[in-house]
């Protein structure tokens, strides 16, 4: 179990010219669960394979691409699953695939309000990563693997 502080930035873009669309910044923390090590993953893998899962918190500000539209706070929880392969005992490649529920949200994906009365509707989106983990210390094991 373990916690992580969390910065996230979408934006999605619904034409060639990139000027439709919205921008979603985030800030947040969230709990972090290695459930690779309680199924025995590790084990079985010789510590090369590792899965772990989290729950995310955030909040989030949404610009639209459009200049006509102010920006908006909205509250982001987030749900996924991060595989990691062991490169080393100084390396390791992650992805990610996190499902996001935005609590309310004032604009569409496209940029434009969902509404013409201002009432905010919830909403969700995907995000999925590749990344690289450098680990810090001279320990031969770090917490992801033991």
């Known amino acids: 179990m373990g916690t992580k502080i969390i910065f996230k930035s979408d934006k999605f ?17 969230g709990l972090v669960y290695n459930a690779g090590k309680k199924i ?8 090369n394979l590792g899965l772990l899962v989290h729950l995310d918190g955030s909040i989030g500000f949404a610009n639209s691409l459009q200049q006509q539209f102010e920006s908006e706070k909205t509250q982001i ?15 390791a490649i992650v992805s ?3 499902y996001n529920i935005n609590l309310k949200q004032l604009y569409g994906f496209d940029g434009f309000p969902i509404n013409t009365n ?12 590749i990344g690289l983990i ?7 094991y770090h917490s992801d693997w033991y």
């Open 118 to 129: 201002k009432v905010s509707e919830s909403g969700s989106f995907y995000n999925i990563s």
């Open 13 to 29: 873009v619904n034409d060639p010219g990139g000027n439709i669309g919205i921008q979603y910044n985030s800030l947040g923390a």
């Open 96 to 98: 990610d695939f996190t």
């Open 134 to 140: 450098y680990y810090i210390g001279e320990n031969k």
């Open 40 to 47: 025995g993953l590790t084990y079985l893998t010789r510590d």
């Open 77 to 91: 929880i987030g749900f996924g699953i991060t595989p990691q392969y062991r490169i080393n005992n100084k390396f």
